[in-house]
């Protein structure tokens, strides 16, 4: 049974998006199989990517998004700012990134995954150790 808004279901299906969506230990997750990372800037170009939404979604940002297999910055193999604590979910250590958005920037009615993951993508751009 889907949690997701139709919305953001059908945007993840229109851009051709391998998902799931998993609740375990009384989270709801989106997880993102093969999400394309920045080339070069990592020390691999794919990886699972975990959204946990929160109660709420989508009138609540979601706060934190996760990897797995854990990432490390190129050239010089360093761990990102605030990307340094793990989180398990679905017997996965996954990695947290936290980023949080400068104060109420999040638009009820008008925001949502397609707004949320280019937050990400510009977070993992803009990385540094």
Excluded: C
Excluded at 16 to 43: A, M, Q, T, W
Excluded at 50 to 71: C, E, N, R, T
Excluded at 87 to 110: A, D, L, V, Y
């Amino acid at each position: 049974m889907s949690f997701l808004p139709e919305f953001d279901q059908n945007y993840l299906q229109e851009k051709g998006f391998d998902f799931r969506e998993v609740s375990n230990n009384g989270h709801k997750g989106l997880i993102l199989s093969d999400f394309v990372l920045p080339v070069e800037k990592y020390d691999r170009g794919k990886v699972d990517l975990l959204i946990l939404l929160p109660q709420g979604y989508p009138d609540i940002s979601p706060d934190m998004f996760y990897l797995f297999p854990a990432v490390v910055l190129m050239p010089g193999k360093q761990t990102a700012k605030a990307a340094n604590v793990k989180f398990n979910f679905e017997n996965k250590e996954w990695q947290r990134w936290s980023r949080h958005s400068p104060g109420p920037t999040w638009r009820p009615g008008i925001d949502g995954l397609h707004t949320y993951l280019k937050k990400i993508e510009t977070a993992l751009q803009v990385a540094k150790p």
